[in-house]
């Protein structure tokens, strides 16, 4: 093999890689949370009474869902501007990317809601519940610890998702990583490092999910 | 000069549909075979075999898919192959497809009970037997559903290629939507299509879901 690896060339930009990680941390987090806002709001109404309401909630999941996530990014920061509406790039990026989470997890909160026994929604019905304090007590917390790893595994596709915003030059580690190579030349060293954060973020996440999991989830359920 | 937006560039997106399905293709089938080995080694009784294919699983579901294209783009040359985006696509794609199905096809080995291994080797079976006549018929059923359901996801990770200067559905439509500045319109045919060939495919896996559900 010819070719002479040097890492050594990018140290200096170190601080530049650093921050592209702080940055793609916000983004995902921003994605997350605002995504979880959506997805809990969408799987409420995909299951309400009310039709109009239902196929609205099933268009925006099945839209979502089946198309890649760089069109509906295309869409929102190069389309969107012709209707007048125009968003900054990192505006863009975290609207296109908590729409997109929020349709996947809108899926697997569904999917918790079905998982909880009719019994449940009737025993809070009897015992003179509200609407909102069934859903809050006797549904959502089992629902959770039900779907909790599935919803943790689509928030961290939602933080390996951020890496596709730098095509629409929203500022975060890939972009960064894509700008220290129009100075440096050096393409495979920078992705490596580039994956290799990527790698360790995803692992500082599930660890963090974990802890979650661990804290708030892991009562016993007889 | 700014192009109309006309029939021929409507068509110049639809001819991006090609490229976009034959790679889905290849990266599936590719994926599926290099993905059946992983299946097998991360099940396999060597420890260390496991070890590697769990290693190589955790890689590719903890980096985004554009990094690996990246790697495959950038590293082939590297070591001596000059290779066209083509291949470098096909190949980051299939290692990708192989880690996902790897994963999947695993569940579903470890989800036929451990009794029917035992049977098997209580009759003489030896791996490969075991492997062929008992376990695989029996797994293959609970991974339909996940399998169909990665199919979708590969078909909309094709997309990425266009970001490295492949010329896909993506691709084709970002170039018709820079030449006629009618953005919303080519990229809204692109997502039209994508989800043409995604949609069914969903439908499918979720019915396969239901079809193939363990009974509990």
């Not at chain 1, 998702?161 to 100075?183: G, M, N, P, R």
Request: charged letters at 10%; aromatic letters at 12%.
């Amino acid at each position: 093999m010819t070719y002479q690896f040097d890492f050594a060339v990018l140290a200096p930009y170190w601080l530049q890689f650093l921050r592209g990680c702080g940055l793609t941390i916000l983004l995902a987090s921003c994605a997350i949370a605002i995504g979880l806002v959506i997805g809990i709001l969408t799987a409420l109404a995909k299951k309400s009474s009310s039709r109009p309401l239902r196929l609205a909630a099933e268009a925006y999941i099945e839209l979502i869902r089946n198309t890649p996530f760089l069109v509906q990014a295309f869409f929102i920061f190069f389309g969107l501007p012709t209707l007048g509406l125009s968003l900054q790039p990192w505006s863009a990026a975290i609207v296109a990317l908590s729409l997109n989470c929020g349709a996947f997890a809108a899926e697997v909160i569904r999917g918790g809601i079905d998982a909880i026994p009719r019994g449940q929604f009737e025993a809070g019905t009897a015992l003179g519940l509200a609407r909102m304090q069934i859903f809050r007590y006797v549904v959502l917390k089992p629902a959770l610890r039900i779907i909790y790893p599935a919803l943790s595994g689509q928030f961290i596709l939602a933080l390996l998702t951020t890496s596709i915003v730098s095509s629409i030059s929203a500022e975060e580690l890939t972009a960064i990583a894509q700008s220290i190579d129009t100075v440096t030349f050096r393409s495979f060293e920078i992705y490596i490092i580039a994956t290799a954060l990527y790698l360790a973020m995803s692992i500082a996440f599930a660890f963090l999910f974990k802890a979650i999991d661990r804290t708030y989830f892991s009562y016993p359920v007889k | 000069m700014i192009r109309s937006f006309g029939v021929s560039e409507a068509l110049a997106i639809l001819s991006g549909i090609q490229s976009t399905v034959v790679l889905s293709l290849i990266a599936f089938i590719g994926g599926g075979l290099v993905g059946l080995a992983v299946a097998l080694m991360r099940t396999s009784d060597l420890a260390p075999l496991r070890r590697a294919a769990g290693l190589y699983i955790d890689f590719f579901q903890g980096t985004p898919l554009l990094m690996q294209l990246f790697l495959v783009f950038y590293g082939l040359p590297v070591f001596g192959l000059r290779v066209n985006a083509w291949v470098a696509v096909t190949i980051g794609l299939t290692l990708h497809a192989s880690a996902f199905l790897g994963e999947i096809w695993r569940g579903g080995i470890q989800a036929v009970p451990k009794g029917q291994t035992e049977a098997a080797i209580a009759l003489g079976l030896g791996y490969t037997h075991r492997m062929i006549h008992v376990v695989v018929p029996q797994g293959a059923r609970l991974c339909m559903a996940p399998t169909v359901g990665f199919l979708v996801q590969l078909i909309k990770g094709t997309s990425l290629a266009a970001i490295i200067g492949f010329v896909e559905l993506s691709r084709s439509a970002q170039i018709i939507a820079s030449t006629t500045y009618k953005p919303l319109l080519a990229y809204g045919l692109a997502a039209i299509i994508y989800f043409i060939l995604c949609f069914p495919l969903s439908r499918l896996s979720a019915s396969f879901e239901r079809r193939f559900a363990v009974k509990t």
